[in-house]
């Protein structure tokens, strides 16, 4: 009668080496998983601020070169007046289209409605009268901003919003600069582009040409 070879066990040390190198193998593969994540999100919210700015820029250029006006009370705010003739894929009674917001970004609430902000050298402001609505036909600099991410979903950013209260603290949700300390940036040429937290910092007067169409 043949004798069946007596077959190999693992011992319990050689099993926890074995988990112990999955596990090591694990914490080095998940934050690059994790960065990954971020950085798609991030294409997605670029994207979308292009197709914003694809839409006001038509809108543009059916209103006489002046962008979509926002009034702060009242209404309509600059993301309704997109609605749904240049934004069809809106929801006309919450005013939220797909692409006013950001993966990265807190949910978009009902009062403010945007993970992206129309710089207000574009939307003019009804409270302060050296902004009033300009108009954009000749407007094409590669240094004045169209959009931006917002902070904390407000529709509209001015230079005094460059603080680090906004720019840097807080979560990612909240914060500008929450794509690894970097702001989507589009601007007036078309061209979209991340911008550092520190680049930011450096915008923060009107007369900037970031705010001023005029230059």
Same mark, same amino acid.
């Given at each position: 009668?043949?004798?069946?070879?007596?077959?190999?066990?693992?011992t319990?040390?050689?099993?926890?080496?074995v988990?112990?190198i999955?596990g090591?193998?694990?914490?080095?593969l998940?934050?690059s998983?994790?960065?990954?994540?971020?950085?798609?999100?991030?294409?997605?919210?670029l994207?979308?601020?292009?197709?914003?700015?694809?839409?006001?820029?038509?809108?543009?250029?059916d209103?006489?070169?002046?962008?979509p006006?926002h009034?702060?009370?009242g209404?309509?705010?600059?993301n309704e007046?997109?609605?749904?003739?240049?934004?069809?894929?809106?929801?006309i009674?919450?005013i939220i289209?797909?692409?006013?917001?950001?993966p990265? %970004?807190?949910?978009?609430?009902?009062?403010?409605?945007?993970?992206?902000a129309?710089?207000?050298?574009?939307?003019g402001?009804?409270?302060?009268a050296f902004?009033p609505?300009?108009?954009l036909?000749? %407007?094409?600099?590669?240094?004045?901003?169209?959009?931006i991410?917002s902070?904390n979903n407000w529709?509209?950013?001015?230079?005094?919003?460059?603080i680090?209260?906004?720019?840097?603290?807080?979560?990612?949700?909240?914060?500008? %600069?929450?794509h690894?300390n970097?702001?989507?940036?589009?601007?007036?040429?078309?061209?979209?582009?991340?911008?550092? %937290?520190t680049y930011?910092y450096?915008?923060t007067?009107?007369l900037?040409?970031?705010?001023?169409?005029?230059?």
């Amino acid at each position: 009668m043949s004798v069946l070879p007596k077959a190999n066990k693992f011992t319990l040390i050689e099993l926890l080496v074995v988990v112990a190198i999955i596990g090591i193998l694990m914490s080095l593969l998940l934050p690059s998983v994790s960065k990954a994540r971020l950085k798609t999100m991030q294409a997605v919210c670029l994207s979308n601020q292009r197709q914003l700015g694809i839409a006001t820029f038509s809108y543009i250029s059916d209103n006489g070169g002046y962008g979509p006006y926002h009034k702060e009370a009242g209404g309509p705010r600059w993301n309704e007046r997109l609605v749904p003739n240049y934004l069809p894929e809106g929801d006309i009674y919450t005013i939220i289209s797909p692409v006013q917001t950001c993966p990265v %970004a807190t949910v978009v609430n009902a009062s403010w409605q945007s993970n992206i902000a129309m710089s207000i050298a574009v939307t003019g402001d009804d409270a302060l009268a050296f902004l009033p609505p300009r108009n954009l036909s000749r %407007a094409t600099s590669t240094q004045t901003a169209l959009l931006i991410d917002s902070y904390n979903n407000w529709p509209r950013m001015r230079a005094n919003y460059f603080i680090a209260e906004k720019v840097q603290d807080g979560t990612d949700q909240v914060k500008i %600069a929450r794509h690894f300390n970097k702001a989507n940036v589009s601007y007036l040429d078309g061209s979209s582009k991340a911008k550092s %937290a520190t680049y930011l910092y450096t915008k923060t007067s009107w007369l900037d040409t970031f705010w001023d169409i005029e230059k």
